[in-house]
Nanobody, 116 residues
Framework: QVQVVESGGGLVQAGGSLRLSCAAS????????LGWYRQVSGNEREFVAH???????THANSLKGRFTISRDNAKSTWYLQMNSLKPEDTAVYYC??????????WGQGTQVTVSS
């Protein structure tokens, strides 16, 4: 089984940066895609970015140029670098691991708050 835990959220001023981390444990070799999503209370969860087993990345069009997903295979950790943050980026950010058999495993989320 796979477990994922996010960290790195917090309060930042508009224009600032944060790097979120998603640490995976368990059967990490079974992870096929690792993605980041975000959710504002009352809204649906929104796709932010993902990275495949082979290293291909996809970012939400609206976030390209500001957000970047990356990984450190040796640490079984994935990152979301967020630059030029805006108040509308305020949300709970979740990582999701999809295994090679299609099982989705979500983390508990980390709050990001961007003040104006």
């Amino acid at each position: 089984q796979v477990q994922v835990v996010e960290s790195g959220g917090g309060l930042v001023q508009a224009g600032g940066s944060l790097r979120l981390s998603c640490a995976a444990s368990g059967s990490t070799s079974s992870i096929n895609i690792l993605g980041w999503y975000r959710q504002v209370s009352g809204n649906e969860r929104e796709f932010v970015a993902h990275i495949t087993r082979g290293g291909s990345t996809t970012h939400a069009n609206s976030l390209k140029g500001r957000f970047t997903i990356s990984r450190d295979n040796a640490k079984s950790t994935w990152y979301l670098q967020m630059n030029s943050l805006k108040p509308e980026d305020t949300a709970v950010y979740y990582c999701k691991a999809r295994t090679i058999v299609g099982i989705d495993v979500w983390g508990q989320g980390t709050q990001v708050t961007v003040s104006s």
